[in-house]
Nanobody, 127 residues
Framework: QVQLVESGGGLVQSGGSLRLACAASGFTLDYRAIGWFRQAPGKEREGISCFSNSDSETYYADSVKGRFTISRDKNTVYLQMNSLKPEDTAVYLC??????????????????????WGQGTQVTVSS
């Protein structure tokens, strides 16, 4: 059974840092990509970063570029978040694409690219 379990969320002051982790298990075949989305209340789900297994390429949304760093260690993916802002407040969700297309600069941010989702972890940044 596929499972994605996120951890590391919490409350932090503006300018602070958090490190999220997502442990992936239950995959019988290698997956194509693993990444992070976020969803704030009343807003659409936003793709913010992804790691492509096929070529080790990484993708970042403009809103987090230069502040967030994605990395992978075996079946765990991390999101190091620095210089956090109140607008980063959201539920952060881990996601995996196993059957989807090869990633590019556009489709990494589309929710339909991905096949599995975690339950999410809350990140709150106070001003």
């Amino acid at each position: 059974q596929v499972q994605l379990v996120e951890s590391g969320g919490g409350l932090v002051q503006s300018g602070g840092s958090l490190r999220l982790a997502c442990a992936a298990s239950g995959f019988t075949l290698d997956y194509r990509a693993i990444g992070w989305f976020r969803q704030a209340p009343g807003k659409e789900r936003e793709g913010i970063s992804c790691f492509s297994n096929s070529d080790s390429e990484t993708y970042y949304a403009d809103s987090v570029k230069g502040r967030f760093t994605i990395s992978r260690d075996k079946n765990t993916v991390y999101l190091q978040m620095n210089s956090l802002k109140p607008e980063d407040t959201a539920v952060y969700l881990c996601t995996v694409s196993q059957w989807g297309p090869a990633l590019n600069d556009y489709n990494y941010a589309y929710a339909r690219t991905y096949d599995y989702w975690g339950q999410g972890t809350q990140v709150t940044v106070s001003s």
